[in-house]
């Protein structure tokens, strides 16, 4: 049995391999670790050194999972497996919930989201995730359907080897969190209160944005103060983590996440995180986390804290952990238990033969 890996957003190098920064082509990589050999589903067929890309069309339904990273249209897409099947199996399919299901607010949507959930069996990244979809699948379908779905989940985690040494730098350095400038994200949000404690505390706010987020009214505004940087996404992923080594805090204005892996990612590397209070933080870090924040002023006391004194917050962070906080994340962040899952519920929902790496 093979796996052929369907996502929507995929761009690839020259070299073969898949390119872009974004979560979905960083969890292409992640896949490609799990099923080695797997192809890619494209709009056009290409071979490379390790993998293939094929369109949807040419999948062998008869030999293949496919993987939907894309979940809404995977009725849509178990259909054209089946008219494109010689001999009429049914099609392997499933579903990888890997991005914020709130993205989704019309009846049609969520009716379509949830279904393609119920008929297919569905792999979260995240518990929250998870509970999300199940909710969904028992007010948007039909009892039967609801009764046979298939959900399950593991947290993304992160891989341990690419951390790096810390180093301090001369100038405390205050990160955006995120990639893009969305709504959901509330960068406002973030510029008023780094704003208010750059004018009492001199930091330097540093953004790494992609392309079409540089060029936001949101990124103009913060690039416009002298305190800040905005720029590109780092090259690579080594370059990514020396940055986050040499950063003091975060602030994180998001209202919503399915995961955090970016939060978790700069905590892992020693900086603070003053997070707002809400559900989705509480679920990344160990109760008693001392750094959440309910209103602006307290981000704001709360940062302010993080870049003056941050021997002592870290001190505080690894009191919470029950010891260590870079410990903690390790137990529970870590994407060996990710890729040893969902490798195993492949398997499992398919009883024939796939082969992990």
Not at 179 to 201: N, W
């Amino acid at each position: 049995m093979k796996v052929a890996i369907r996502y929507s957003g995929l761009t690839m190098e020259e070299d073969g391999t898949v390119g872009g920064h974004g979560a979905g082509d960083t969890l292409v990589r992640r896949l490609l670790r799990v099923f080695p050999g797997a192809e890619l589903i494209g709009p056009h067929i290409h071979q490379y050194r390790h993998t293939d890309v094929i369109p949807l069309e040419m999948v062998d339904v008869d030999q293949t999972v496919v993987v939907n990273m894309d979940v809404i249209d995977s009725t849509a897409v178990w259909q054209t497996l089946r008219d494109n099947s010689p001999t009429g199996a049914a099609p392997r399919l499933m579903n990888f919930m890997w991005w914020n299901w709130t993205r989704y607010d019309s009846t049609t949507e969520l009716a379509t989201l949830s279904l393609s959930c119920a008929l297919f069996p569905t792999f979260a990244n995240s518990e929250r995730t998870a509970k999300a979809i199940q909710e969904y699948i028992r007010r948007w379908t039909v009892q039967h359907l609801a009764e046979r779905a298939k959900v399950s989940w593991v947290n993304l985690g992160i891989n341990l080897e690419h951390l790096q040494p810390r180093h301090e730098p001369s100038r405390p350095v205050v990160l955006y969190p995120a990639i893009y400038m969305s709504e959901r994200k509330r960068p406002q949000l973030f510029l008023d209160i780094v704003t208010k404690v750059a004018k009492r505390v001199p930091i330097r706010v540093e953004a790494r944005l992609t392309e079409p987020h540089l060029v936001s009214p949101q990124a103009m505004a913060l690039s416009r103060n002298k305190w800040a940087w905005v720029g590109p996404l780092t090259p690579g992923r080594q370059q990514y983590w020396e940055a986050l080594a040499g950063t003091t805090a975060f602030l994180a204005t998001a209202r919503e996440e399915t995961y955090g892996l970016e939060y978790i990612e700069a905590l892992l590397a020693g900086a603070i995180g003053v997070m707002p209070d809400l559900p989705w933080t509480h679920a990344i870090v160990p109760e008693g986390y001392p750094f959440f924040y309910r209103t602006p002023a307290e981000a704001e006391a709360m940062l302010q804290r993080a870049v003056t004194d941050p021997d002592s917050c870290r001190a505080e962070l690894d009191q919470a952990a029950g010891g260590s906080l870079s410990h903690w994340l390790s137990e529970h962040h870590n994407e060996d238990a990710f890729e040893a899952s969902i490798a195993e519920h492949v398997r499992r929902w398919f009883p024939d033969q796939v082969t992990p790496a």
